[in-house]
């Protein structure tokens, strides 16, 4: 299974960005995809997840407004639209996947994901 993390980079602040979490080697449709997020000396934090069927999403509470996660099942493809972008934005964003039934729920925390990309960095310049 591998994830791939792209879109990432030096954006200034109040500027949007769109980041990109393609996956391969596992079958998209049945897996939960989550970004979370990770600044140095800090540790790994949620930031947005999206389900099977992109119907349910949820968002941490420090982006909710600002960010949006969609998915395109048919490019195997999940992606994080970030607007406003703040300085305390700044890290390494990493997608995780995990295959789940149709209903599972949103999970936020690290542990439970068995798949990860290598993240992609994103700088923020005030």
């Known amino acids: 299974v591998q994830l791939q993390a792209s879109g990432g980079g030096l954006v200034q602040s109040g500027d949007s960005l769109k980041l990109s979490c393609t996956v391969s080697?596992?079958?998209?449709?049945?897996?939960?995809i989550t970004w979370f997020r990770q600044a140095p000396g800090k540790e790994r934090e949620f930031v947005a997840g999206?389900?099977?069927?992109?119907?349910?999403?949820r968002y941490a509470d420090s982006v909710k407004g600002r960010v949006t996660i969609s998915r395109d099942n048919s490019k195997k493809t999940v992606y994080l639209q970030m607007i406003n972008v703040r300085p305390e934005d700044a890290a390494t964003y990493l997608c995780?996947?995990?295959?789940?039934?149709?209903?599972?729920?949103?999970?936020?925390?690290?542990?439970?994901?068995?798949?990860w990309g290598q993240g992609t960095q994103v700088t923020v310049s005030s």
């Open positions: 995780a996947a995990k295959s789940v039934i149709l209903t599972a729920p949103i999970l936020s925390t690290p542990e439970e994901y068995s798949y």
């Open positions: 080697g596992l079958t998209f449709t049945r897996a939960m």
């Open positions: 999206i389900g099977r069927s992109g119907g349910d999403r």
